[in-house]
């Protein structure tokens, strides 16, 4: 079973994760200091949700292990989380001016409909490339 989640850094520098999709009655949400430890809380949240309504009697479908989850990022998570991205070669590679780059990582400015395509755009060609390289 596939589901979604969105992760996004609200202003106090907090990661939260927000999820619509609903099993067995349980919604799932995750929270942390950073994107990963967010995704962490999240995939606990999934297993201990479950377990709890196991004991209550609902029938449970799956298993947390069954879940495939899908993450979706806003800006700042997205960086957040791939860290080892060089922030300066992304912008440069996406044609987005440096410090705009820098401003929306941070979260402190909001990149319009195209210079998020552009960003989109540029992550998709990254992992195209990341996976036809061999060693």
Do not use: Q
């Not at 990582?105 to 990149?111: D, E, H, P, S």
């Amino acid at each position: 079973m596939k589901i979604t989640a969105t992760i996004e850094k609200n202003d106090n520098n907090f990661y939260a994760i927000t999820c619509n999709d609903v099993i067995a009655g349980c919604h799932f949400g995750g929270y942390g200091y950073s994107a990963e430890e967010a995704k962490t809380d999240f995939m606990e949240g999934i297993k201990e949700s479950l377990e709890t309504a196991k004991e209550m009697g609902k029938d449970v479908p799956v298993t947390p292990e069954e879940i495939e989850v899908e993450f979706r990022y806003d800006i700042p998570s997205f960086f957040n989380c791939f860290d080892w991205i060089n922030i300066s070669a992304f912008a440069k590679k996406a044609g987005i001016n440096e410090s705009k780059m820098r401003a929306y990582k941070a979260g402190i400015a909001t990149a319009s409909e195209k210079t998020t395509n552009k960003m989109l755009s540029t992550i998709k060609a990254m992992g195209a490339a990341l996976s036809a390289a061999s060693l």
